[in-house]
């Protein structure tokens, strides 16, 4: 059952409240855990390994398999337990194993670590973003939405390359404890929140959700986004000549920068429009982005390029989570939350293994085109999704 967004004629409500903020410190304790470590574990796994590099590879492997499947699983979990529960489940998962690390370099432990706190991770989003969609107003979603997104943006921004840091120039140890700390202590917020309140509505499940065009469409053009971004983290490197390494980083931090500040246009454009009507420029302006990316050997097209894939990726990122929230009732944000996540995930796991795959046979400029030409496969339910979003008006 799907609920129609209505636009409030008076005062707007206020965004930020008391149980908001409390839920942005344990947005920023779990996402500060896991971006902390994110670098840090491989690089200590490779070196236990002997520096063969599988073992790093296997690592983060088990961390992103276990975060996508217990997004999946999430729903049902909170579904019976509610969100409070959920939330300290995952912030302790993600948190308490992290001081094991260090107890063993042997593969196999790390690994098992490794899904324990990306079971936990998974808990955190899929759960703690279905109760800040709660927390949220209706009429002020997409610009609520847009503030937890900077809300969690930063810590990632910062705890990635401090990770590294920190681990250069005091060890491990230290770290894996700062991991750990980080979640754990956000644990004490989570009394202040409100729970899962009764649902007069049947919960979707996961299964469910995929079959309801009205939430698919959108997990597909967001997938289709998120596909691109996993291979531009993971190639834009290896695909510009050495000597412009200046060139990657000022592309990659221009596009965080765009994207950033266009989930913020998008969400307030959103509320005052309806989000959907951003799916395909959002769309559009990611794949056009990823083309002109393809002349990796002219700096500027390579700037340009992702900046615009930035922005095209900001705007997709908001509308379609402001759109699937807004089609469900109070009980299918948990679903809404795990479909989102789980795109991302996947999206950018998949991106990244078929284009290294790709490029490998065809070159890199020829695999960012055809990425652009296979994103905008996405257009079909975007545009169908417009035509059904226009005839209910």
Wanted: proline letters at 6%; glycine letters at 12%.
């Amino acid at each position: 059952m799907l609920n129609s967004q209505a636009e409030g004629a008076g005062s707007r409500p206020p965004l930020v409240t008391r149980p908001l903020l409390l839920r942005f410190v344990s947005i920023i304790g779990a996402s500060t855990s896991f971006y902390l470590l994110l670098s840090v574990v491989p690089l200590y796994a490779e070196e236990a390994g002997g520096g063969h590099g599988s073992a790093a590879g296997l690592t983060t492997g088990a961390l992103m398999l276990a975060t996508v499947g217990g997004e999946l699983a999430t729903p049902r979990f909170v579904a019976r337990f509610g969100y409070r529960l959920a939330l300290v489940a995952g912030l302790v998962l993600l948190g308490a194993p992290a001081f094991a690390l260090s107890a063993s370099g042997s593969p196999v432990w790390i690994t098992a670590v490794c899904v324990l706190r990306g079971l936990g991770f998974a808990f955190t989003v899929v759960a703690g973003g279905a109760l800040t969609a709660s927390l949220i107003p209706a009429e002020r979603r997409g610009e609520g939405l847009a503030l937890v997104g900077i809300v969690s943006g930063v810590p990632s921004l910062v705890a990635l390359p401090l990770g590294v840091w920190l681990a250069a120039h005091v060890g491990y140890g230290p770290v894996f404890a700062a991991g750990a700390v980080a979640a754990l202590a956000a644990v004490v917020s989570v009394p202040g929140l409100p729970d899962r309140e009764p649902a007069s509505e049947r919960a979707i499940g996961v299964t469910a959700g995929l079959r309801t065009a009205a939430l698919s469409r959108p997990t597909l053009v967001f997938a289709a986004t998120a596909l691109a971004a996993g291979i531009l983290v993971t190639f834009l490197p290896l695909a510009v000549p050495s000597a412009s390494a200046g060139v990657v980083a000022a592309a990659l931090f221009a596009q965080s920068t765009a994207s950033t500040a266009a989930r913020w246009v998008a969400g307030r454009h959103g509320d005052r429009h309806g989000p959907a009507v951003l799916l395909l420029p959002g769309l559009v302006a990611a794949a056009a982005g990823t083309l002109l990316t393809a002349l990796t050997h002219s700096p500027v097209a390579v700037v340009v390029g992702v900046t615009l894939f930035g922005v095209g990726f900001g705007i997709t990122q908001n509308a379609t989570l402001t759109l699937m929230y807004a089609r469900v009732p109070a009980s299918g944000y948990g679903t809404v939350s795990a479909l989102w996540n789980f795109a991302f995930d996947a999206g950018m796991g998949v991106g990244a293994v078929g284009f290294g795959i790709l490029a490998g046979r065809t070159g890199y400029p020829a695999a960012f085109a055809l990425t652009a030409a296979l994103m905008l496969t996405a257009l079909v339910p975007a545009w169908r999704d417009r035509r059904t979003e226009g005839s209910r008006a």
